[in-house]
């Protein structure tokens, strides 16, 4: 292991999580290191956006769903009452299935957190643009029509674009939820190497339903299944050398 690799980020200890009376998360122990990129797979209904969206308390937002257990960020509650949630979600950035333009331009696009935030410098907000574009890898391909409306780009390109929205914020840890779904397979590839090299600098957790996917771009692997965290290990271990019955049935293609 390399020392960038030993820090934890992230740490949750037996998160449940009820919509309604349905206990969906059934105790999820998980470590998440502040570099690199960990992927949930697990079939369709197995609990994967459930967790993710626990961790920046987007269920925060519906009625009736009940999250217990620890999650400590930094050193931080997540749930503690006197967390601010705006800030959170500064902290830790969501990338959706969807590319969410707002129907502005690249540039308001862009830095619209920092408008929020009421920051007014061009200087500041120019710089801001042409940094998260260029980690985007998606600055070449707009620089020119900045002020041209994010909804006239390609659904590569938006989602690019939306990446480099979350960025501006300058997040410690970007969650994706299967966020080359929606996408041709070329527009995937654009987006699997821009994560590449965000990789080396920011946490990422992805929820990616292609297990090729998963092994083409991600660290670590973390198998959920009917809401339970069934195994978590380098990536290729999960694909070549899984410990449990259940993992090695999904990655063989047995089911899901
Ligand atoms: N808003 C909701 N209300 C009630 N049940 C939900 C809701 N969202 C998800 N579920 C249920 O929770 C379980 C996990 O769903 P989900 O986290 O979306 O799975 P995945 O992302 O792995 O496909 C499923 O049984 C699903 O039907
Ligand atoms: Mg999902």
């Known amino acids: 292991m390399t020392d960038k690799q030993e820090k934890t980020i992230l740490s949750t200890r037996d998160v449940r999580l009820w919509y309604g009376q349905k206990e969906a998360l059934h105790g999820i122990d998980l470590d998440f290191p502040n570099k690199g990129i960990t992927a949930l797979i697990g079939p369709s209904g197995s609990g994967k956006t459930t967790y993710l969206r626990a961790l920046n308390r987007m269920h925060d937002l519906e009625d009736g769903v009940t999250v217990t257990g620890s999650f400590n960020f930094n050193g931080t509650d997540i749930y503690a009452p006197t967390t601010d949630t705006v800030d959170l979600r500064k902290q ?3 990338v959706f299935q969807q590319p ?7 540039y308001e696009n862009v830095i619209f957190g920092l408008r929020l935030d009421g920051v007014k410098d ?6 801001a643009v042409e940094r998260s574009l260029k980690q985007a890898s998606v600055w070449d391909e707009v620089k020119d029509d900045l002020h041209k409306s994010a909804l006239g780009l390609s659904g590569g390109q938006q989602q690019r674009v939306s990446i480099a929205r979350v960025l501006a914020m300058s997040p410690d840890l970007l969650l994706l939820d299967e966020p080359t ?9 654009n987006i699997e190497e821009t994560l590449l090299k965000l990789r080396e600098d920011y946490a990422m ?9 998963a092994s083409r771009i991600s660290d670590r692997t973390a198998f959920f299944l009917s809401g339970d965290l069934i195994e978590v290990d380098q990536t290729k271990h999960i694909f070549l050398n899984p410990q449990k019955q259940e993992t090695q ?8």
């Open 92 to 94: 830790i950035g969501m």
């Open 100 to 106: 969410n333009p707002f129907p502005f331009s690249i």
């Open 122 to 127: 061009k200087a500041i907000l120019d710089e």
């Open 181 to 189: 779904s929606a996408l041709d397979p070329i527009s995937s590839r």
């Open 205 to 213: 957790i992805i929820v990616t339903h292609s297990m090729s996917q």
């Open 249 to 256: 049935d999904y990655v063989s293609g047995r089911f899901g």
